[in-house]
């Protein structure tokens, strides 16, 4: 399993990005994939979830509405949509698998987003 976060960087308050998982070593449509985040000194938190069909989603409540998760289960990928960052969003963001019988979880090494003017 191998599961490579991209587009991350650095953005102005109020801008966007789009974080990308590519994954691989695994039959990523039977996969739930999630994303997480880690800022300095806290602990990682749940950013966004979505089932393996691409068919629900669920988010933290305080990102509801700026933050958007979808997946191409034809191209092995797992997106993230951040718009409307704030500096409070600074943090390494990571991808991570569950696997369908077993629930084990597999993670990426994280993409660095940092929100700042």
């Known amino acids: 399993v191998q599961l490579v976060e991209s587009g991350g960087g650095l953005v102005q308050p109020g801008g966007s990005l789009r974080l990308s998982c590519a994954a691989s070593?695994?039959?990523?449509?039977?996969?739930?994939m999630s994303w997480y985040r880690q800022a300095p000194g806290k602990e990682r938190e749940l950013v966004a979830g979505?089932?393996?069909?691409?068919?629900?989603?669920n988010y933290a409540d305080s990102l509801k509405g700026r933050f958007t998760i979808s997946r191409d289960n034809a191209k092995n990928t797992v997106y993230l949509q951040m718009n409307s960052l704030k500096p409070e969003d600074t943090a390494v963001y990571y991808c991570?698998?569950?696997?369908?019988?077993?629930?084990?979880?597999?993670w990426g090494q994280g993409t660095q987003v940092t929100v700042s003017s």
């Open positions: 991570k698998a569950r696997a369908p019988i077993t629930r084990r979880d597999y």
């Open positions: 070593g695994f039959t990523f449509s039977r996969y739930g």
């Open positions: 979505i089932t393996s069909a691409g068919d629900n989603t």
